[in-house]
């Protein structure tokens, strides 16, 4: 038998070895465990979240690594791809099941310049944007882009490091200063020498993502599309499904089912989009980024999905079926950032679904996460606001921010003036849907309109 990517499978699949041992490694042995799998991980960290479900190796130990596993993924896009290659290749010659998800995939996700080229590449549209190698590069970017412009990395940063919003052709030269280093891998935002990356900035309405799986066999199921809430570049709140947005399902499952396609993906990806205008004046889906790997805000598929991203993620890794994708019940999932709340109190809200990751805390670090589900979709709105009252942290969930606050926020752009203000707000009012949470007979049509896409989507 020989899979997608032609690794020759003839052993029996016992143990998975996943490349991260964090929150996203010990929730994907939590799914692995009742269908049989064990799971090894290879982290720094001795104490990390996942050793309390399996070994862990260093990585100067990754040779024993390899000995105690079948089958490798990773739970960390940042893993070097020097090691996905090497059990890539083990793979090829027969002595391991396989390495998922494919390679390629991480190359293209650790540069944000690849991504967007390749999403550009298959028809899927993204903000403009421009390579930058040079001063003079930035100025002719910001000439053509026109201000304001975001200029990020393309390599290494995360949770909002690594950008500049240039707003006024003053910012330049400190925008350049700042963020030059990169170009020649010197410096402490990335080693690897890589072009920056001029974006137009863009007034989105909301934030959206998918998440998908791909098995062995090419079979693509995707979950509902999904809202996100960001707090300087930290996800704080996931509404599950995205509330009034299945007019646009078919072309976010459109969008990352070509992406996997392209790249013979195997396991759970993310894809994160922005909600903009067309020149018509409609709704479209711009694509941000991808996550190869299981999504924070596909958290909520624990409990409100028939089967959740973990386990479909351990399902194609190890060649067996994929599970329904088809969101049970409207949730909402908070993050939990830097301190822990009383656990009693919040298990008191009904439908609250606690999940610590057993870390120390530190300020913004993401903790733990809850996800809430009351029977009666009507208490979703009071369970929220019950649990944003015993939340100590309360960072990324005022109920009266608005997308542009938030847009602000993720990006660090300080808002003393209300100048500066209003030149996020006034196109983003044009285009903000309400966000609010809509209960009652409205959410569920509008899980409904969101199912019969999936089960359109799914035949
Ligand atoms: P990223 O690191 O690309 O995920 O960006 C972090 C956050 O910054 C996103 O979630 C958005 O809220 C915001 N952002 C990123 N790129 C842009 C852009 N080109 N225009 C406006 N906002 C952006």
Redesign the pocket.
Known sequence: MTTANAYPVTQTIRTIGILGGGQLGMMLAEAAMPLGYQCVFLEDSADCPASLYGRVFHSDQLEDFIAAADVFTLEFENTPTVTVEQLTNLSKSGSKQGMFPPLIALDIAQD?LKEKQMFNSLDIAT?PFMAVNSEAELQQACHELGLPI?L?TSRG??D?KG?FVIRQDSDIKSAWQDLKDAVTGEGSLTPTPAPLIA??????SR?LSIIAARAQNGQVRCYDLVENH?HH?ILAKTQAPAVGTSHLFQQATDAITKIMNHLGYVGVMAL?L?VTKDARGNDALLA??IAPRVHNSGHWSIEGAVTSQFENHIRAVVNLPLGDTDNVHPAIMLNVLGQYPDISAVLNIDGAHYHSYHKAERDDRKIAHITLMPNDVADLEPALAKLIAVLPNKVGLDKKSTTAD??QK??DIPTSTEAEKSLVNTKVTEVMEVTKIITGDSQKDNMTNAQAKVNKAKK
């Open positions: 944000r903000v975001v990020k940063g995360y909002g950008q974006e137009g900035f863009i007034n989105f934030e960001h570049g994160e922005f941000n980024e938030n847009q993720a990006l």
